[in-house]
Nanobody
Framework: QVQLVESGGGSVQTGESLRLSCGYT????????MGWFRQAPGKAREGVAW????????FYADSVKGRFTISQDNAKNTMYLQMNSLKPEDSAIYSC????????????????WGQGTQVTVSS
């Protein structure tokens, strides 16, 4: 069974940084893609970043490119999202996700989700 648990959310001011963590139980044999998504009140969920776990290839939404960095530590079974230069429009519940086993990474290729962690950025 796949379990994903996020941590690291909180309230910050514009321009500050946060690092989100996602602890997972997900066999490396099956895991290929992991990612971060966010959903603000009244808005649809949107993809933030994903990482292809074998070769470390990453992909970012245009809205966060250059400010956010996704990474993984396989030894710790943990994925991270380093968020710098935060803006009020980054406020949302952030969830980590794991992809369908064996599928190529894409925004619609995620099957397992964590509960989410709140990020609030005030101006």
């Amino acid at each position: 069974q796949v379990q994903l648990v996020e941590s690291g959310g909180g309230s910050v001011q514009t321009g500050e940084s946060l690092r989100l963590s996602c602890g997972y139980t997900y066999s490396s044999r099956l895991r290929r893609c992991m990612g971060w998504f966010r959903q603000a009140p009244g808005k649809a969920r949107e993809g933030v970043a994903w990482i292809e776990t074998t070769h470390g290839v990453t992909f970012y939404a245009d809205s966060v490119k250059g400010r956010f960095t996704i990474s993984q530590d396989n030894a710790k079974n943990t994925m991270y999202l380093q968020m710098n230069s935060l803006k009020p429009e980054d406020s949302a519940i952030y969830s980590c996700a794991a992809g369908f086993p064996g599928r190529v990474c894409s925004w619609d290729g995620f099957a397992y989700w964590g509960q989410g962690t709140q990020v609030t950025v005030s101006s």
